[in-house]
């Protein structure tokens, strides 16, 4: 069955680091993947999608690969602030969207 | 343009009751997707409703149902509650039946607890 794996522990860093999430799957071929922010209580917020044919992308702080052959997803964060701490999901589309469960960073002043 | 709105915020209901919850999507967005997301879980796809119908469903019980008007709004309709539908439910719509590479947009969602 189709199955998307998200690093299960919650991901603890310093500021200024770059915080690395990844997002691994099996059993499925998407068109486009995508990474979204969730904050505790809140809807998520959609940050970037990925198409199959591109290997990387990149929005200000924000970068993410996409490798078809290994099927996985990494999503990171330069420079890191407080203010990133959050759940961050990947998804996977195809019509719906397929989440993960969720990467729980956590930034230290 | 206030986004997805979603009602009500909070709700409390008794095991074997029903329970409405109402969707609001973005202004010119046609189709709504719904998702019910426990503690510490990603959210899990219900269905999805475009041009007033049930186009794709996910591995839910018929207890839940929904429907979509004619302005695109949207209602999620589950019956005989279990207090294993406690969860958030959370609302998302998007453009052109959810094809495509469009990103989906949120509610704040609304927070179930059966007891």
């Known amino acids: 069955s189709q199955k998307i794996e998200q690093n299960s522990e919650a991901l603890n860093i310093q500021e200024g680091k770059t915080a690395t999430l990844t997002c ?19 809807g998520p917020v959609f940050l970037l999608l990925i198409r199959e044919n591109e290997k990387e992308k990149r929005k200000e702080r924000l970068k993410v690969t996409f490798d078809t052959t290994l099927k996985q997803s990494l999503f990171h964060i330069t420079a890191s602030q407080p203010a990133d701490s959050a759940t961050y999901l990947c998804a996977l589309k195809g019509g719906k969207l397929i989440f993960g469960q969720g990467t729980e960073l956590s930034v230290k002043p | 343009d ?4 979603q009602s009500p915020t909070h709700l409390i209901k008794t095991r074997g009751q029903q329970v409405t919850l109402r969707c609001s999507p973005k202004s010119g967005h046609d189709t709504v997707s719904w998702y019910q997301q426990a503690l510490g879980q990603g959210p899990q796809f219900i269905f999805q409703y475009y041009e007033e119908e049930e186009r794709q469903r996910g591995n839910f019980p018929d207890r839940f149902s929904g429907h979509q008007f004619p302005n695109y709004s949207s209602e999620l309709n589950v019956n005989a509650l279990l207090l294993g539908d406690s969860a958030l439910y959370l609302c998302a719509s998007s453009l052109a039946g959810g094809q495509g590479d469009t990103e989906a947009f949120f509610g704040q969602g609304t927070r179930l607890t059966v007891v």
């Open chain 1, 24 to 42: 691994n799957y099996t059993n499925y071929s998407p068109a486009y993947l995508q990474w979204y922010r969730q904050d505790p209580g809140r």
């Open chain 2, 2 to 5: 206030a986004g997805v709105t």
